[in-house]
């Protein structure tokens, strides 16, 4: 039954996975909330400290659930799939 519904859940995925499955570039994102392209790649670099207003922005954006994406250091995100 636990197998069953952790087969449902979606993979827990970076900004930038997230991002680049709904199909944007950083500079679309910029674009569409309004802030620069670096800002993006910094955050995906790093969401550790993202504000959750635009955390849940993107994640909408993204279609994403906001809960299964990453947030935290790039490094950490692949220590993390290492693990599981």
């Not at 970076?14 to 909330?33: F, H, P, Q």
């Amino acid at each position: 039954m636990a197998e069953e519904i952790t087969k449902k859940l979606p993979p827990k995925i970076s900004l930038k996975a997230a991002r680049v499955n709904a199909g944007y570039s950083a500079k679309e994102v910029g674009e569409i909330i309004g802030k620069n392209y670096q800002t993006i790649l910094k955050y995906e670099q790093d969401s550790s400290n993202i504000p959750l207003d635009l955390g849940k922005q993107l994640s909408k954006i993204y279609e994403y659930p906001f809960n299964y994406i990453f947030l935290g250091k790039k490094i950490v995100l692949k220590q993390y799939k290492e693990i599981s």
